[in-house]
């Protein structure tokens, strides 16, 4: 019974270790991207007064682009999707949308829309995909093509609008997104500016639920009425603001949201496009694309920028956001478990030796270590272990940080962007980022601890998380 | 003195009070940041409303000059600087415009201030008067000052202030990427000519660097932005021994010569626009250039010389071993004046890169009837697949199947209804039949099209048919139908 007695003990011992760890290795990082968002944010949106964006609409040299929209029953949304990017600001733009196989009326409504008539083009496809079974165009709207497809999920999808892309960059867009007009504009900049060859780009994706949508465009920028959406709201801003600009500073970048980002047609042919091994197949581009600079010895760059907005919905129900938690989480394990090599490896650089492990230790694994947490410190307590004041100091604290994070992800939007007028929205985003950590983190916790349940428990499936047209 | 757990209490309280003041205090910066921009917009606003219109008013003629100047210099107090520059330049100015916003900026005394900012002077106003203008601060923390330097050189660039252009050449060679790229920028908008070679130089540089610091694309942008009558000065790149430098250089007069031919059909880079040197470059070395790019790049500008060479080289060009290069011969070609050359373009819808193929039978389109005359004639003689297939891709995508089935009911166009019967027998239906269907009232089309096509026993055609023959169905060719059906039927669907 004794030595029962000291193995438990030492167990919770090394599990309290763990648990600070975690706290301070994670919220460190976490402190470290934010004073470094801090100052790139400001600098960054000083030097948007002289960026030039007339030269770039202007310059003949602007790269043309594709955007390449994958749709799956997306019947309630394609059609603000594709009358929003159809009026985007940009010299030279092609749009392909890729109705995934749909059950809905997805292909239909674009059909009657756009005045589509079916064509039996050509199909030439570098990367392997689900079959075609037809074009639909309209030669009165050239830049317009909607390609209907087996369905093959949106990695399938992503390879098939590729494979019709002639122009040298894509941009992927999420069918539940809307773009601002300036929006391409403003994320193909680092890329022409950019002396290295930026083979990905991402923008910043904010919530729409809530907002007035007007003929594809988002009209009038408001906070959604449930709490849910609004904790999002917060949420989007503290990964966006700081966690990416941090990262992208670091020269660290291992996430590039697929929502919204440009990426090199060339490049991503060459390392394979879009694969089916992780459920975050966006994620696993950026890796797959770190692995083949350092394979073939290229010097490229994959940038993130504040300013280029896309709008999207989050999801507004528990179940929704449940599904889409889990497979962040899911596809996160899979991307770091596929590219295991990458871990402490040299030839990759801060990312291998930096960017990966956190991502690992505290994204990844951290679900599970928070998680437990909160069940096996009390544990502590009852068999007095720790003294309760210290656990509950420990809480505070934790809850403290939480807050001054996302209290600073808030000061980044004030500093920069102010996408929310309002007296009323800014003392809700601050009172949001607030109370984020009592009930909405714990909340997302458990969805993150499923995630990697169920990587463990060898899960590949794509939740689907189905839209409701939030937007007023 | 012991380790205690009350030391690790009182260490997790200080830390977790800290947090607390931490959030306390971004919580006040937010709210204070929130009400200073207020304020700074509601001045903004005040001052739009009352000098907008003196602005506009000097800019379109409206106005005296020496009465706006007058009211515009009664803009005073903290910031004042920011708020005039500001006013002056938020909107684009129309470019017959721009030589009174020029005189009225350096009449204000903005074009002096900047292009002392830009030379890396701090103004002279006193710290109190600094912190409140943030350029007033910035510039005087060093490693910021870039970001001023900057704003300065890209308002000098917008209001294309001629005189200051060897200040920005200077900056052309700033430690800072961002002072480079907005000079490089500032210039072309200047276009003066004594900046090119300067350009010309800064380029090379940022091609041959491992690490360069400047983009290449935002120099050769620059470049482009300056009149054709100023590509000879890139003579040197085009001799240069780097290959890249070789093919960018060539680019940059694509470009050009692209611009130039955009407005004018019946441009030529003759003696007023090019000059005999540069010709002879294109004609007699980077037409036969070891690098194939640049190989690509000077099939554009060969055929815009008026040069008797010009024809045998382009000819050249497109036999090219290397795909792309005779796929930028054919583009190069892809102009109504060109239509000429039809039968040279013709013969690369053979091409062995589809691309190519895509290129001729875009090109060929673009020389207007007569080629699309070639185009339906190689449609129909042709027995390879690849370039059937391209040439009817190309029919779909331009929308030309609406006209070829309206003509297909005409008396005597036995061509059109050919090249319908063949794009049927290459299963090419979709556009067609959802054509006919569209067009269910139009007998006379249905009855045409059974008569002409209806005999191809093609599924697709087949299953169309079906619901036309059927009583319900109100077709003029509904009598033909259950005849042409008949024969066909074990090879249809049902």
Redesign the interface.
């Known amino acids: 019974m004794e030595l029962w007695r000291q193995i438990f003990i030492h167990g919770m011992n090394m599990f309290n270790l763990i648990i600070i760890s975690y706290f301070f290795i994670g919220n460190g990082v976490y402190t470290l991207l934010m004073v470094l968002s801090l100052a790139t944010v400001w600098v960054y949106n000083r030097r948007l007064a002289y960026q030039g964006m007339d030269e770039i609409r202007e310059s003949p040299v602007t790269p043309p682009v594709t955007i390449v929209i994958p749709a799956w029953n997306e019947e309630q949304i394609i059609l603000e999707t594709t009358d929003s990017v159809l009026q985007t600001d940009y010299p030279e733009l092609e749009v392909v949308v890729v109705d995934d196989g749909s059950t809905d009326s997805t292909l239909e409504r674009l059909v009657e829309h756009f005045h589509l008539v079916r064509m039996d083009l050509i199909y030439r496809h570098d990367l392997p995909t689900k079959p075609v079974r037809g074009f639909y165009l309209n030669p009165d709207v050239p830049n317009l093509m909607v390609v209907s497809k087996e369905r093959g999920g949106k990695p399938d999808a992503l390879n098939a609008g590729i494979n019709i892309c002639r122009t040298p960059y894509f941009c992927t867009l999420d069918a539940d997104s809307i773009l601002e007009p300036d929006a391409l504009l403003r994320l193909m900049r680092p890329v022409i500016h950019s002396p290295v060859n930026t083979v990905a780009s991402g923008g910043i994706v904010r919530v729409m639920n809530g907002c007035q949508v007007r003929d594809g465009r988002v009209a009038k920028v408001a906070l959604p009425r449930s709490r849910l959406e609004r904790f999002q709201v917060v949420e989007y801003l503290r990964s966006f603001l700081f966690g990416r600009t941090g990262w992208d500073l670091l020269g660290g970048t291992l996430i590039v949201s697929g929502a919204f980002a440009v990426f090199h047609r060339e490049t991503v042919a060459e390392v394979g496009g879009f694969s089916h091994d992780t459920v975050t197949e966006d994620m696993d581009l950026i890796v797959q694309m770190h692995h083949w600079a350092v394979k073939n010895k290229r010097r490229l760059k994959m940038s993130f920028t504040s300013d280029p907005v896309c709008w999207t919905e989050c999801p507004a129900t528990l179940k929704m956001l449940g599904k889409q938690r889990r497979r962040w989480q899911l596809g996160l394990c899979q991307t770091l478990w596929k590219h295991s090599e990458m871990l402490f490896n040299r030839k990759y650089g801060l990312v291998g030796n930096f960017s990966f492990p956190f991502h690992l230790y505290v994204e990844a694994l951290g679900a599970v270590v928070e998680f437990l947490g909160y069940f096996m410190v009390p544990l502590a307590i009852i068999f007095a272990m720790v003294p309760a004041t210290l656990y509950l100091l420990f809480v505070l604290l934790s809850l403290a940080y939480g807050g001054l994070l996302s209290i600073g992800a808030v000061l980044l939007e004030e500093l920069t962007y102010r996408r929310y007028p309002g007296y009323r929205d800014l003392a809700s985003l601050l009172w949001f980022a607030f109370i984020e950590n009592i009930g909405y983190r714990q909340l997302v916790l458990y969805y993150r601890f499923v995630g990697v349940m169920r990587f463990l428990a060898g899960s590949r499936r794509w939740e689907k998380v189905t839209h409701v047209g939030v937007a007023q | 003195m012991p380790f205690l ?1 009350e030391h ?2 009182e260490a ?2 200080a ?2 009070t800290l ?2 003041l ?2 306390l205090l ?2 006040g ?3 204070i ?2 009400k200073r ?1 207020q304020k700074f917009f509601q001045r903004m606003d005040a001052l739009r409303e009352k000098y907008g219109p003196v602005i506009a008013g000097v800019l379109s003629g409206g106005m005296a000059y020496e009465q706006g100047l007058r009211e515009l210099r009664e803009v005073s107090g903290p910031g004042s600087l920011s708020m005039l520059e500001r006013l002056c330049l938020e909107k ?1 100015p129309a470019s017959a415009e721009m030589p009174v916003l020029g005189r009225l900026c350096e009449d204000l005394g903005l074009v002096k201030i900047w292009q002392e900012r830009l030379a890396g002077q701090t103004d002279k106003t006193s710290l109190r008067e600094a912190l409140v203008d943030p350029p007033g601060w ?1 510039l005087r923390v060093r490693f ?1 000052s870039f ?1 001023i330097r ?2 300065s ?2 308002n000098l660039g917008l209001i294309r202030h001629g005189p200051s252009w060897p200040l920005l050449v200077k900056a052309l060679e700033d430690p800072s ?2 002072l480079q ?2 000079a490089a ?1 500032a210039l ?1 908008a200047i276009r003066h000519p004594g900046s090119f070679p300067a350009l010309v130089e800064r380029f090379h540089k ?1 091609v041959l660097d491992p ?8 120099l ?2 620059a470049l ?2 300056f009149p054709l009558q100023s590509a000879c000065g890139l003579a040197v790149s085009l001799r240069h021994t780097n290959p890249r430098i070789r093919f960018l250089a060539a680019d940059v007069i694509r ?1 050009m010569v ?2 130039e031919a955009g407005g004018n059909p019946d441009f030529c880079l003759d003696q007023e626009n090019g000059n005999a040197e540069l010709a002879a470059l294109f004609l007699t070395k980077l037409a036969f250039d070891v690098n194939p790019d640049v190989r690509a790049q000077a099939a554009h500008v060969i055929v815009c010389l008026p040069d008797p060479r010009s024809g045998p080289v382009l000819v050249g060009l497109l036999k090219d071993s290397v795909w792309f290069v005779r796929l930028h011969a054919v583009r190069s070609l892809s102009k109504p004046k060109f239509a000429s050359h039809a039968g040279w373009v013709a013969k690369a819808l053979t091409d062995s890169n ?1 691309r190519v193929r895509e290129a001729a039978v875009r090109a060929l389109r673009a020389f207007g009837p007569a080629g699309l005359d070639e185009l339906t004639g190689r449609f129909l003689e042709t027995r390879d697949r690849y370039s059937q ?2 040439i ?2 190309e029919f ?4 030309l199947i609406p006209q070829l089935l309206a003509r297909c009911a005409e008396k005597g166009r036995n061509r059109e209804a050919a090249v319908l019967s063949r794009l049927v027998e290459m ?5 067609i039949i ?2 006919l269907d569209l067009g269910e009232g139009n007998a006379a089309l249905h009855k045409e099209f059974l008569r002409k096509l209806g005999q191809k026993a093609v599924p697709q055609i087949l299953h169309w048919l079906q619901p036309v023959a059927l009583p319900a169905s109100g077709s003029g060719a509904r009598s033909q139908a259950p005849s042409t059906l008949a024969p066909k039927r074990p090879h249809g669907k049902g």
């Open positions: 757990i690790v209490i997790v309280f830390l977790f947090l607390l931490g959030n971004l919580v910066v937010v709210i940041r929130r921009r684009r910035v910021l970001l900057s704003k050189a890209e990427p961002d790229a907005v920028r072309a940022a690490a360069p610091v400047l983009s290449v694309r935002t050769k942008s482009v932005s470009e692209e611009r589809w297939e391209q009817a891709e779909q995508r331009a929308g299963g090419k239906t979709s556009y959802s054509l």
